[in-house]
């Protein structure tokens, strides 16, 4: 998985990478692990030593620009946190007085 990585990010060549919500969703410990893959895969292809073999069909060592985190905006309870994109999860209401 991680030489797929290495692959594609010098393949590529992203200027900038977001990396999934870093925690409080049903998901947390797939996200952290894949947040942590993704991390070492973004380091791993600025290397030139690692998988030399790649260098040799002619791609170079890549690095973002940048690499953003989302982090989550909504309350996170004992609960988790409300998903937006699926609609799943439980949303606390405010009201206004």
Same mark, same amino acid.
């Given at each position: 998985?991680?030489?797929?990585?290495?692959?594609?990010?010098?393949?590529?060549?992203?200027? #900038?990478?977001?990396?999934?919500?870093? =925690?409080?969703? =049903?998901?947390?410990?797939? !996200?952290?692990? #894949?947040?942590?893959?993704?991390?070492?895969? #973004?380091?791993? =292809?600025?290397?030139?030593?690692?998988?030399?073999?790649?260098l040799k069909?002619? #791609?170079?060592?890549?690095?973002?620009? =940048?690499?953003?985190?989302?982090?989550?905006?909504?309350?996170?309870?004992?609960?988790?946190?409300?998903?937006?994109? !699926?609609?799943?999860?439980?949303?606390?209401?405010?009201?206004?007085?």
């Open positions: 998985m991680l030489y797929d990585a290495v692959l594609a990010v010098r393949r590529e060549r992203p200027q #900038l990478m977001s990396l999934p919500l870093s =925690a409080g969703s =049903a998901t947390a410990t797939a !996200t952290t692990s #894949l947040r942590r893959d993704r991390t070492r895969g #973004l380091q791993a =292809a600025a290397d030139p030593t690692v998988f030399p073999d790649q069909d002619g #791609l170079q060592p890549w690095q973002p620009l =940048a690499v953003y985190s989302m982090v989550p905006f909504a309350p996170i309870t004992e609960k988790g946190i409300f998903d937006y994109a !699926t609609g799943n999860g439980r949303r606390r209401a405010s009201r206004i007085t």
